[in-house]
């Protein structure tokens, strides 16, 4: 089993930062996938950005730019630097590790962009 806590999200205004953080623990193995996905109110949750363990990551298009995912295979951390935010990009993020065949889910993080 494999354990997700999310730290870091929280109400900002439009154009601000916010850093979301997620520490996995548990069976870990090193050929894994990290990530963070978002579901705003009313609409399917969708993928924000993922990193392979050699630092490649892949974003969705809307947040291109303006969000930089990171991690550390050492603490098994993965990071979510999110700036200039728009009232869009509001939504419970929800981080995930895939390895082998099995998908974990974080408890979610609130982020609200509103003025």
């Known amino acids: 089993q494999v354990q997700l806590v999310e730290s870091g999200g929280g109400l900002v205004q439009p154009g601000g930062s916010l850093r979301l953080s997620c520490a996995a623990s548990?069976?870990?193995?090193?050929?894994?996938?990290m990530g963070w996905y978002r579901q705003a109110p009313g609409k399917q949750r969708e993928l924000v950005a993922v990193?392979?363990?050699?630092?490649?990551?892949n974003y969705a298009d809307s947040v291109k730019g303006r969000f930089t995912i990171s991690r550390d295979n050492a603490k098994n951390t993965v990071h979510l630097q999110m700036n200039s935010l728009k009232p869009e990009d509001t939504g419970v993020y929800y981080c995930n590790l895939a390895q082998l065949t099995y998908s974990y889910w974080g408890q979610g993080t609130q982020v609200t962009v509103s003025s």
């Open positions: 990193v392979m363990p050699g630092g490649i990551a």
């Open positions: 548990g069976s870990i193995v090193s050929i894994n996938v």
